[in-house]
DNA sequence: GTCGATGTTCGATTTTCTTCGAACTTTCTC
DNA sequence: GAGAAAGTTCGAAGAAAATCGAACATCGAC
């Protein structure tokens, strides 16, 4: 496995974090990390209908936006929220999205 | 002038508001109006560098995702954000845009 | 009524995303 | 070592978004 660039959080804009929540398939992903607390997700563990180029490249994209940390165990690759980092700089924005309830 | 279309709170979707927050300009545009509290703006007061079609372009797109109410008023549009109800669907997520403070 | 200012709409262009398949690397298992 | 599994990288294709200029409509002022 390639080990994995992280932004430092103080280099992280508003706008590069909206777009990367503006996905709905990241958008689940990132749902899934909150409510699993602090478990370790891979990529494979998150059920999305599409191909595993694309898969990479949705990580790879919260990743640069200081949401997710990506670790190489054997050949998979163990993501976890970057929670108290991200709360500090964006204070609110986790807890938003956890709340939300989807189209009512 | 032309009278707006405002969608119903309960039928925006996170996406779409984390889509209509992803643009600088956009963002701008709100954070302007949560510092100004409860005044109105006109499409041109919004200080932007881009041609007026794109701005009002701009000011469509957070109109279709609940953040601001557009009122014609005498060939100008007076715009204020949809506060309270945003905040009721999405809460906190105005507050987290009032405190960002850019790239650090 | 004519003019200037404010916005909107339309069509076109450019840029940015999303997605895929194919080729590749690394690691685990047999 | 051979094969399978997990991800990444690399184009390429298609969709979506941003931007502009030009034409248009509406309103206020004169």
Redesign the interface.
């Known amino acids: 496995m390639k080990s994995y660039r992280h932004p430092a959080l ?2 992280v ?4 974090v ?2 990367a ?4 398939w990241r ?1 689940k992903i990132v749902r899934l990390m909150l409510e699993a607390g602090d478990r370790a997700f891979t990529c494979s563990d998150v059920p999305m209908d599409v191909g595993k180029a694309t898969r990479s490249h949705h990580f790879q994209v919260l990743r640069e936006a200081g949401l997710i940390r990506m670790r190489p165990v054997g050949n998979t690759c163990q993501t976890t929220l970057r929670r108290e980092e991200f709360e500090k ?5 986790l ?3 956890a ?2 309830k ?3």
């Open positions: 103080r280099s804009t508003l706008p590069v909206m777009q929540l503006s996905d709905p958008l700089r964006f204070p609110g924005l807890a938003m999205v709340a939300y989807g189209r009512r």
